[in-house]
């Protein structure tokens, strides 16, 4: 199976497999640079989206890109009663010559069958998932905006489609493709966030679908990050389930912390509560290129906290693909409020966000290979 960027065949091999529907009606160049301008997270999208359809017998089929509209589901489709479905989420971005790049799709595909795998859904040939975006953003290659710090955020899902009641995974699944012109996920863009630590809520357990970018995963967080709205919070961070004692992710976004040696720590992914970010993978990766030592290992929160009191944390970050880096200016929780460092943007921190950034952008050096242009 393809598992490198280098080993995808062209993109147009790719997106040939979704053939393009003809009379699909296309927003005006008003409306859409209204929404290019905008840049709201999710909230404009675009003329077209990909889709295939998956039958128990008979595989996957129907693939094209189709006019972008309202779906055909009835009452007694499995997912709204199962919750059977998972997703994906990466961006396509505008380069200064004009061409369009992604970063890293294969991962994203591998990721995507790994969740499919564990919520009972079909996996996909991983040409058959990039071919999807190729294809998609080809034809809304107009919505891709070039606005600094700005990109079309892409979102792969699938879900069981089957009008059936029974408890199985479903014998019919449908994938799709929507695409969405985004800025900066956080307002105020790279400036530090306030994070509350529950103890009362868990995001997963042990033997759970912490590792599955699959939708009840975040359906569980956003009562709680909705209580640590109403006290200010930007964000929530979880413990594990098992002891309430290790730190494991925020709501949607993995968790980095330097120490004052240059180390960093995050999170294992051994227990499988935690979902593996690809922004995370690359993160250690760029961290590696630099001999920086980064131990992922079991991170309780009183060693979070103590090394923040102390000054032996100077850095806390969190990673993922829509926000990219977001620095961590405070953690607070019942029994204690800490704030990290002066509260302002760390050197490492900083530093990785501009080197990422200017990879996906095109800006520095891709030494790995992992962009893959799609236009």
């Not at 053939?19 to 077209?48: I, Y």
């Not at 709204?80 to 989420?89: I, K, R």
């Not at 700005?150 to 899902?157: N, Q, W």
Request: charged letters at 20%; one cysteine or more.
């Amino acid at each position: 199976m393809t598992s490198t960027t280098s080993q995808l065949p062209a993109p147009r091999e790719l997106s040939a497999r979704f053939p393009l529907a003809e009379g699909v009606v296309q927003a005006s160049d008003e409306d859409r640079e209204s929404a290019l301008r905008r840049g709201a997270f999710g909230v404009d999208f675009t003329d077209h989206m990909a889709q295939a359809i998956f039958t128990r017998g008979a595989g996957w089929h129907s693939h094209g890109v189709v006019q972008y509209g309202a779906l055909t589901l009835t009452p007694s489709s499995s997912v709204l009663h199962y919750g059977q479905e998972v997703f994906e989420g990466l961006k396509a971005y505008r380069h200064a010559d004009g061409s369009v790049w992604t970063f890293r799709p294969e991962q994203n595909a591998l990721r995507h069958n790994r969740s499919a795998r564990r919520m009972g859904l079909p996996e996909q040939p991983v040409e058959d998932f990039v071919g999807g975006i190729a294809a998609l953003v080809q034809a809304d290659e107009a919505w891709v905006p070039s606005t600094p710090g700005s990109s079309l955020y892409l979102r792969p899902f699938m879900f069981a489609s089957e009008h059936f009641l029974g408890v199985r995974a479903a014998d019919e699944v449908t994938f799709l493709v929507v695409a969405s012109p985004v800025g900066p996920y956080f307002v105020n863009g790279f400036q530090p966030i306030d994070i509350w630590v529950t103890r009362e809520y868990h995001r997963s357990g042990p033997g759970g679908t912490g590792a599955a970018k699959t939708a009840g995963n975040y359906a569980s967080s956003l009562l709680p990050k909705a209580l640590a709205r109403e006290q200010g919070f930007e964000e929530v961070l979880f413990l594990d389930g098992a002891t309430a004692s290790l730190v494991e992710e925020l709501g949607g976004m993995n968790i980095m912390a330097v120490r004052s040696d240059g180390t960093v720590v995050t999170p294992s992914l051994r227990h499988e509560t935690i979902l593996p970010g690809i922004t995370r993978a690359s993160l250690i990766q760029l961290m590696a290129d630099q001999g920086r030592r980064v131990d992922e290992v079991d991170l309780p929160l009183t060693d979070l906290v103590d090394g923040i009191r102390s000054g032996a944390i100077t850095e806390v970050f969190a990673c993922g693909t829509a926000a990219v880096i977001t620095p961590i200016g405070r953690l607070a929780s019942d029994d204690f409020d800490v704030t990290v460092a002066d509260g302002a943007p760390g050197p490492l921190t900083t530093g990785l966000y501009e080197v990422l950034t200017g990879i996906q952008y095109g800006t520095r050096p891709d030494p790995h290979g992992w962009l893959y242009r799609l236009t």
